[in-house]
C-alpha cells in the first residue's frame, strides 16, 4: 500500500474518528489544540524556522 492510502485510512478510521469527537468536546483539548494552530501560523507569518521551540514536531504524545 502506497504512504498515499496508508496516511488516507488512519483519517478514515473509524475509531480514530470516535476518539477526535470525543476530544474535541474537552474544553482544554480544544484550547490546546488552537493555541497550538495559532503558534505554528505565527511562527510561519513571522517567518521563524521550523524546529523552534514551539515546534510540535519535537513533542512526543502528540498526534
Known amino acids: 500500500m502506497t504512504a498515499h492510502l ?3 485510512k488512519r483519517v478514515t478510521d473509524p475509531a480514530r474518528v470516535a476518539e477526535l469527537k470525543q476530544k474535541i468536546n474537552n474544553e482544554d483539548y480544544l484550547h490546546g489544540a488552537i493555541s497550538r494552530i495559532a503558534q505554528v ?3 510561519g507569518i513571522l517567518g ?3 524546529g523552534g521551540e514551539h515546534d510540535e514536531r519535537k513533542w512526543e504524545g502528540t498526534l
Open 6 to 8: 496508508e496516511k488516507r
Open 41 to 43: 501560523l505565527s511562527d
Open 48 to 50: 521563524i524556522p521550523q
